[in-house]
């Protein structure tokens, strides 16, 4: 017969090397989504891409979700913004510009914008759970996508439109603290 106190002692190592995988899962994750209908980056950017200049009606992309009042990704453009952001320098003579530029700046104060700026960033923190746990590494995986469009008016019509952003982020941020719980006591030991 097996004496009980070896058996009991490997099962818990048995049980605590079982265990080890799932610790991962108990590493926090975060992610930042702007709350649209678009999913994608490529949602987004068909949205942008269906824009006819000097077709497409505001109505027509207050109707499809591009509207200020319902998708918090989108801030109003005054006819200032506008001249700050296209503005023709020293180096751009106006007759250079997009046709719907030049006649929104044209335009004056009949001239708006939309700026769209949202972003699908998931961040996981990775790695060993121990070691992370008590600050001696951390590893965070972030992945996502950021997108943004630029929307000119003329009154109520549409005569540019340009997007831009990163479709595909994979990027990883590896912190290593060789004092783990102590490497922050310097700061905080500090007389202020």
């Known amino acids: 017969m097996l004496p009980l106190a070896p058996f009991l ?17 108990l590493l926090p994750d975060a992610h930042e989504d702007t709350l649209v209908e678009w999913k994608t ?8 891409d269906a824009i006819e200049p000097f ?51 044209k335009a004056a104060k009949t001239c708006t914008g939309y700026a769209i700026a949202m972003r699908r960033i998931k961040r996981d923190r990775t790695g060993n759970f121990w070691l992370d746990s008590f600050n001696f590494n951390r590893e ?4 996502g996508w950021t997108f943004n469009a630029t929307v000119l008016f003329v009154d109520g019509l549409a005569v540019f439109a340009v997007y ?10 590896v912190t290593r603290n060789p004092l783990g719980p102590l490497q922050g ?4 030991l500090r007389p202020r």
Request: glycine share 6%; aromatic share 4%; charged share 15%.
């Open 41 to 48: 980056f490529d949602d987004a950017k068909a949205a942008i």
């Open 140 to 143: 965070v995986t972030i992945t």
């Open 55 to 105: 077709k497409t009606t505001r109505a027509e992309l207050a109707a499809q979700g591009i509207d200020p009042l319902r998708n918090p990704a989108i801030t109003v453009l005054s006819y200032p913004d506008v001249v700050q952001r296209f503005s023709p320098g020293a180096a751009v003579l106006p007759h250079q510009l997009d046709p719907g530029v030049l006649a929104c700046l």
């Open 185 to 188: 006591w310097g700061d905080a």
């Open 9 to 25: 002692r490997a099962l818990a190592i048995v049980l605590a090397v079982l265990a080890l995988p799932a610790c991962r899962s």
């Open 164 to 173: 831009g952003g990163q479709p595909a982020m994979h990027e990883r941020q």
